[in-house]
């Protein structure tokens, strides 16, 4: 939001339309939007398991911000009135078990680097 920009230094671009401020640079690859973040001044968004290397290293430190409208959404998709088969059935239950594992260790991971030092 445009209340926020005033936090950050640099230039930001504001959307005249909307309460937006849109970021100098976009990216579509985590590795190159954690090597922009590690070679510059710059500051990005990725769960604390995308960073889990440079956190440990201390390349990175942690920014708390939080949203109640950021946050991870996926959803399977299917024909609709088609029966899965037992396969996809349990391909899904796999996936929410992983995603349930992901995010106890984000939320570990979370409380580990957010009480640690300040470098």
């Known amino acids: ?19 937006y401020v849109i970021p100098s640079v976009e990216v579509q690859e985590l590795t190159l ?3 922009i973040v590690a070679e510059s001044d710059a ?10 290397n440079e956190l440990k290293s201390g390349t990175f430190s ?7 409208w950021m946050s991870l959404n996926y959803g399977f998709i299917f ?25 106890i260790r984000n939320q570990l991971m979370l409380k580990k680097y957010q009480a640690a030092p300040k470098h």
């Open 1 to 19: 939001p445009e209340r926020l920009a005033s936090v950050f230094p640099g230039r930001l671009f504001r959307d005249q339309g909307f309460d």
């Open 33 to 35: 939007s954690r090597q």
């Open 43 to 52: 500051f990005s968004a990725a769960t604390i398991i995308q960073i889990e």
């Open 62 to 68: 942690i920014i708390p911000f939080e949203a109640d």
């Open 79 to 103: 024909l609709r009135n088609r029966a899965l088969s037992p396969a996809a059935i349990e391909y899904m239950e796999i996936v929410r078990q992983i995603e349930k594992k992901i995010r």
